[in-house]
């Protein structure tokens, strides 16, 4: 066996030297223009965004805030409306529930008028307890917590 060892040795004439030093990135758009072009971008934008988009934006505004003033009387009435819908009913059933109790006068305590001050014509708002006396009592504690938040 003529085995010649051969060594591992450089290329003729040498590595190439190692780079080391810093090179940097090549750049586009230095501090100045970069600055000019984007206050150059946003002036085009907000130019086109105030008098192309805005107006229709404004105008749709309008639009809804005048039909929520349009419909502002009748959905208050309607809220009025439900509001003592729901009184009369409380009021038929307390007739209802005692119906069955001697000398018992819906609208009374004990033979005597609730409210002595007010005309027989006058309604007297029912506190939220009493209002809320035949609903789960979660709607009561919504109602309750809404009211404490709105100061």
Same mark, same amino acid.
């Given at each position: 066996?003529?085995?010649?060892?051969?060594?591992?040795?450089?290329?003729?004439?040498?590595?190439?030297?190692?780079?080391? +030093?810093?090179?940097?990135?090549?750049?586009?758009?230095?501090?100045?223009?970069?600055?000019?072009?984007?206050?150059?971008?946003?002036?085009?934008?907000?130019?086109?965004?105030?008098?192309?988009?805005?107006?229709?934006?404004?105008?749709?505004?309008?639009?809804?805030?005048?039909?929520?003033?349009?419909?502002?009387?009748?959905?208050?009435?309607?809220?009025?409306?439900?509001?003592?819908?729901?009184?009369?009913?409380?009021?038929?059933?307390?007739?209802?529930?005692?119906?069955?109790?001697?000398?018992?006068?819906?609208?009374?305590?004990?033979?005597?008028?609730?409210?002595?001050?007010?005309?027989?014509?006058?309604?007297?708002?029912?506190?939220?307890?009493?209002?809320?006396?035949?609903?789960?009592?979660?709607?009561?504690?919504?109602? +309750?917590?809404?009211?404490?938040?709105?100061?």
């Amino acid at each position: 066996m003529d085995a010649t060892i051969k060594q591992d040795l450089p290329p003729p004439g040498g590595y190439e030297k190692i780079q080391y +030093a810093r090179n940097p990135a090549k750049t586009f758009f230095r501090g100045g223009r970069l600055l000019a072009g984007f206050i150059i971008l946003n002036g085009c934008t907000t130019y086109y965004y105030f008098n192309h988009i805005y107006p229709g934006i404004l105008h749709r505004r309008v639009e809804k805030k005048g039909s929520h003033l349009a419909t502002l009387p009748l959905l208050l009435a309607e809220q009025d409306r439900a509001f003592l819908k729901h009184c009369r009913a409380l009021r038929d059933e307390e007739e209802k529930l005692m119906a069955n109790v001697p000398g018992w006068e819906v609208g009374k305590w004990n033979g005597q008028p609730i409210y002595k001050t007010l005309d027989k014509d006058v309604f007297s708002n029912p506190i939220l307890s009493e209002y809320y006396c035949h609903a789960p009592y979660m709607d009561f504690y919504k109602k +309750a917590m809404e009211e404490a938040i709105q100061v």
